[in-house]
């Protein structure tokens, strides 16, 4: 691979993973005082808008031309279910406890794809994959006395992104790029607008107003990037760098929250971690022996 490409995917991937912090602490701010509904109408409203902003001067009314928009609905909706368990978690979850519960989606998704893909998976990636799913519960703790019942909208969450990636890859190369990046946005408006009329508060205040177009941008741009960072760059080399999501989740949570990871949580992070990067350099591996 040339370096220069690697290097390119690596920003883009570094720039989404920054952004997602920022969107998360908005969207937990906007919690509590505001419904799921409406901030995940402006959220996506917002989103939606920047994306026409964007690609309309380039392509004009071409973008919206696909030859498989029930397959590009489906993947909108698994989208917008994620982001909806997501958003309904963090009114009740630490920010970190949220994304280190998050990162079993490169779990789920290896598991999925035997059976949707045909895709094989040996015991070491399985065993990974077991591993993994113990790191998650290290932090969920079912049963225990800091168990809240909201991580489960994680990792209903992590199951929905992982279909929404499957889809991801069953459409690439079917539609532009420009045309599947709006469409990930275009199906979640339409929806929200059309529930959000019934829970709409008035914005108290112009700090909330700003917060409310700052998830649109957030989401927006970080979706926007990690499509970036995958054009530039091999899976197996902008992979590592998702999980430096959690360093910003750690920082705004504890300075804008007041909330600091327990020691159960480190190592249950820790588990999800090492396994998910495990996975990647499995499927790398084995992805150049074919190739050779």
Known sequence: MNANNAARGIAFMCLAVGIFPFLNASVKILGESYSVQQVLWLRYLGHFVLMLVIFLPFYGGKVFRTKHLGAQ?????LLLGSTACYITALNYLPLTTAASISFTSPFIVTALSVPL???????????????????ALIIIRPGGAAFHGAELFVVASATFYSFYQIMTRRLAGRDSTATTILYTSVFGAILT???????????????????FAATGVFGGLGHLFVVKAFQWAEVSVI??????QL????ILGFFIFGEFPDLWTWVGSAVIVSCGAYITYRETVLSHRAGT
Do not use: C, H, N
């Not at 609905?73 to 909706?77: D, K």
């Open 73 to 77: 609905l489906v993947r909108s909706l």
């Open 117 to 135: 893909l045909g895709e094989k998976v040996g015991p070491r990636r399985w065993t990974a994959i077991g591993i993994g799913f113990i790191g």
């Open 193 to 211: 607008t059309m529930v959000a009329p019934f829970y709409w508060q008035m914005p108290s205040a112009e700090v909330d107003w700003l917060l």
């Open 239 to 244: 992979s590592p760098f998702v999980y430096l």
């Open 247 to 250: 360093v910003g989740a750690v």
